[in-house]
């Protein structure tokens, strides 16, 4: 089988998995790769859906000086998906964040960040790499030992 044909049937098997993943009943290549994009798009409205709830689910006494804010991690196939969402005003706080990120490797792919009212940071991350020294429970963690860091370091001021 020469190099083109390798190719061919690397590219048919992926889009074979996209179908399957994306539960999509087309079978050629266009159709697909259209299903896969309205599928990434219900999933997208479905994370902002779930992130309103989790805003509207938290307890009233979040502006108490000792809240923290409130940090999710998701693993994806090569990096996380970090959410850090506190309903008051964290000046500083995305720089110690950041610098977690560095000291674990983590390359930003992507974030939106919103600091005016509340502190909103939703981040994308690349390990650069080795992927398998890091897991989502320690990203957590170095999110929240920074977290912990900026909090205590505010107190002072």
């Known amino acids: 089988m020469g190099s083109k044909d390798q190719k ?4 048919h098997q992926h889009l074979e998995q996209l179908g399957s993943i994306t539960n999509s009943p087309s079978v050629n290549k266009a159709s697909i790769i259209v299903h896969a994009s309205k599928y990434i798009e219900e999933l997208k409205e479905r994370i902002d859906k779930l992130n ?9 006494h979040i502006d108490d000086e000792n809240s923290l804010p409130l940090v999710t991690v998701e693993t ?5 998906l970090i959410n850090v969402l506190s309903e008051k005003n964290c000046p500083g706080l995305l ?7 560095e000291e674990l490797g983590l ?4 974030a939106r960040v919103s600091c005016s009212d509340s502190f909103r940071l939703e981040a ?4 650069e790499g080795q992927i398998d020294r890091v897991d989502a429970q320690m990203v ?7 977290i912990r860091n900026w909090s205590q370091s505010n107190e002072q001021d």
């Open 107 to 110: 390359e930003l792919s992507d």
């Open 76 to 80: 994806l196939e090569k990096g996380f």
């Open 8 to 11: 061919n049937a690397l590219l």
């Open 124 to 127: 994308v991350s690349e390990t």
């Open 52 to 60: 309103e709830d989790v805003l509207t689910s938290q307890p009233s």
């Open 140 to 146: 957590k963690q170095s999110v929240l030992e920074a």
């Open 95 to 101: 720089v110690s964040i950041l610098e977690a990120f």
